[in-house]
């Protein structure tokens, strides 16, 4: 079983940066695909960012040009640095692993980290 945890949400001014960071542990089967959703109260989730052990990675619309997804050396922890922050990132940050990138959001959830920016 995967257990997920995600840390560096909080409060910042429009146009300043934070760094989330999601740490997996509990399950040995290697899996290929870390990413990052969201969901601002009352909206749908949205798919923000999300990497391959290779890699490669894939955002959304409105995470390219100003978050950057990472990983360590291991895949053990993956990060999201968001820069440039609109008030419109203002949302719960979920972090999820799977096999595949494509099936990310069927994969295991962490609890999520508030992300609010006034």
């Known amino acids: 079983h995967v257990q997920l945890v995600e840390s560096g949400g909080g409060s910042v001014q429009a146009g300043g940066s934070l760094r989330l960071s999601c740490t997996r542990s509990?399950?040995?089967?290697?899996?290929?695909?870390l990413g990052w959703f969201r969901q601002a109260q009352g909206k749908e989730r949205e798919a923000v960012a999300a990497?391959?052990?290779?890699?490669?990675?894939y955002y959304g619309d409105s995470a390219k040009g100003r978050f950057t997804i990472s990983h360590d050396e291991a895949m053990n922890t993956i990060y999201l640095q968001m820069n440039n922050l609109k008030p419109e990132d203002t949302a719960v940050y979920y972090c999820?692993?799977?096999?595949?990138?494509?099936?990310?959001?069927?994969?295991?959830w962490g609890q999520g980290t508030q992300v609010t920016v006034s």
């Open positions: 999820a692993i799977s096999d595949t990138c494509a099936a990310l959001h069927l994969g295991y």
């Open positions: 509990g399950d040995p089967i290697f899996k290929r695909c």
């Open positions: 990497i391959l052990h290779d890699d490669t990675t």
